[in-house]
């Protein structure tokens, strides 16, 4: 078996989608959905389809423009669908597809997890910053 340079192990890792490597695509994916209105939306439309207004409510502090952008970064990207009806007002609904369906448990649990564990986080938060005023930066 021939030897691999340092370059032929990068480029084959990248045909590979290896995370780590900073021009791996699939960094995109995971820069998409770390972002907490990715999850609270698509936790949001967990129950089916909803409309624009119903996000807004449901999703208290999301602006209108990061809501706007939200959904049409994870319509593009596959993860839910924007079905508009001719009315009058007219009407948009938006739903997850079966891509955003499969993706749904897993955002589901890291949306729990943090609701389990915020005290935990809040404690540890407030042991760290205690030590720190205490003169513990100085062994840092």
């Not at 955002?107 to 809040?122: L, P």
Request: aromatic content about 6%.
């Amino acid at each position: 078996m021939p030897t691999m340079t340092a370059r032929q192990r990068r480029d084959a890792a990248r045909q590979q989608y290896d995370a780590y490597l900073a021009e791996c695509p699939a960094r995109e994916v995971l820069q998409r959905l770390s972002n907490k209105w990715v999850t609270l939306l698509l936790n949001a439309l967990a129950d089916g389809p909803q409309r624009y207004s119903d996000l807004g409510r449901r999703v208290a502090g999301v602006s209108p423009k990061m809501l706007t952008e939200t959904l049409r970064t994870l319509e593009r990207d596959g993860l839910i669908t924007r079905r508009v009806t001719v009315q009058v007002p007219v009407r948009v609904d938006y739903e997850l597809t079966a891509l955003g369906r499969d993706f749904l448990p897993i955002v589901r649990s890291i949306k729990d997890w943090a609701e389990q564990h915020i005290h935990q986080i809040h404690a540890a938060r407030d042991a760290f910053d205690a030590s720190r005023a205490d003169g513990g930066a100085e062994n840092a």
